[in-house]
């Protein structure tokens, strides 16, 4: 089913569109819970409270591209998830990922740091669009999917260490881009 049908079953409140999206898309959402909690029963938690989230925002959100959208759920509920068990549990390789980017971004607490990261998302957005796809795809693995280094140097038959130095020079270029366009690091 495509994501148009889908989305009107949720304006329809029909009770089908969550297995439909579960369907289509249960893998993905999985997949980005697990990279990030390393958990499967917290994993398939998050994958239902997503589409429990997406029955309580579609109406009245009108997703543009649903794949994009309940990533953005599961993600946040992961992380959610994550905060609160960090305290008690570790998941070294995630905040390997995050300590990653620390350098280059900060988080926002302010209404003016928050529009500060809505503006340096933009940027990285552009600066994105600026690199190969496959730099692109690399960088949203690990940073968004929160892939590890060894599934992306696998899926595209890469050593490790290219896929490090790629993430390396993809980091040390955003920093200098967004250095140039006056966000303070």
Known sequence: MDDKKIIDLYFNRDESAIPETSSKYGRLINSIAYNILKNITDSEECENDTYYAAWNQIPPQIPRC??????????????????????????????????????????????????????????????????SLTKRVIFVKRYWYSDSISKIAKDYKFSESKVKSILMRLRNELKIYLERQGIRL
């Open 66 to 131: 649903l794949p994009a959208f309940l990533g953005r759920i599961t993600r946040n509920i992961a992380l959610n998830k994550y905060d609160y068990y960090s305290a008690a549990m570790r998941n070294r390789e995630f905040e390997t990922e995050l300590s990653e980017l620390e350098n280059i971004l900060s988080g926002g607490e302010t209404p003016e740091e928050k529009y500060e990261a809505r503006e340096v998302a933009e940027f990285i957005s552009h600066f994105l669009k600026t690199k």
